[in-house]
């Protein structure tokens, strides 16, 4: 008889196996939720989730103006609007405002308000890494330490220059689409193209960059803008029109993400990410069931109950595999953790909580830990 609990070093063995078997080529999707796991002495995080950068965010703007803005903006179940969401909104009134207003703001109004947003994310969001060991410093000794046929893959949404800092600092050569020094020019061509060496790890940044400027000419580059030039940051640039940002870096990275899935024998790993971007969760669902060679992770930090989007998409295809702190969801079944017994070589993984057993892999920091004693 089958056992109605899953045993989690059991489950983390198969994660284990399948990111070490040379044959499988691995990517990385990491979340907002990842910087997190960096901590200051006040155990405050470096860098605030989308939930804490929308509240920080929008503290330090005109309230009566966000406010009018934010009330245009109607999510599904009613839920608060992100800086994302807020974001889209403002671009998508600036294009359509014209010569009239809306609600008392003129068109120049909606532009700073786009420059202050973007300003204050920047803000919170371009932080120095620690120079102590952090779980991005784990994730890149795990990439360094081992030779591999294929080319590590990381795709993030998150806008800040983490991981650009821990590659650089463990000198390892990565390809973000960008080509050159001062201000690196975006180039699709070598995206679709690319022979670079297996030991080139693939940065896929797929909501933009704190680093990422568009100029009035349309060329995105990466690197420093002066101010005062009136070159706008790539930061969520889903504003852009179909046609025009399939030359543009967003949808460059996304279609990264489709063609890693759909290729052979692959293993994705998310961590720190929620699936409550339906763009992605469309990539990774749809090629997921085109591929049954691939299989996806899905590492969540808190009760499996509270990521729906998440278990709607593990519902549509049996190779995606989720793990959360008091159950999992694996071919189609979703048990609790069974209790641990005494001996168990992932002890760090797992805690017990009275009559009930957590599972703490979803944790970046607990993950990347698993990655450096691999």
Known sequence: MMSEQYDISGRINILRQALTSDKNRVAFLLGAGCPLSIRDQDDKPLISDISG?????????????????????????????TIEDILSRIRLLIAAIGNSKFDGLEK??????????????T?????ELPSEITSYHNLTSWIAGIPRENPVEIFTPNYDLLLESCLELKNIPFFDGFVGSKNAFFDLHSIEYEELPPRWVRLWKLHGSVNWWIDDNGNVFRGDSKKGNGNKQMIYPSHLKYSQSRRMPYLAMQDRLSTFLSTGQSVLVTNGYSFVDQHLNEVITQRLSANPRCVCFGLLYGHIEQYPEALDCARKTTNLHLLAKNAAFFAGEQKVWKKEGTINPYDYLAEQNGDNTHCKIEDFGSFSRLLKNS
């Open 108 to 121: 120049s109004d909606l532009v700073k308000i786009e420059k202050d947003i973007c300003d204050k994310i």
């Open 53 to 81: 950068l929308t509240k920080s965010v929008c503290e330090k703007l005109d309230q009566g103006k966000i406010g009018k803005i934010k009330n245009g903006i109607l999510l599904e179940g009613g839920k608060e609007p």
């Open 123 to 127: 803000d919170e969001v371009n932080k």
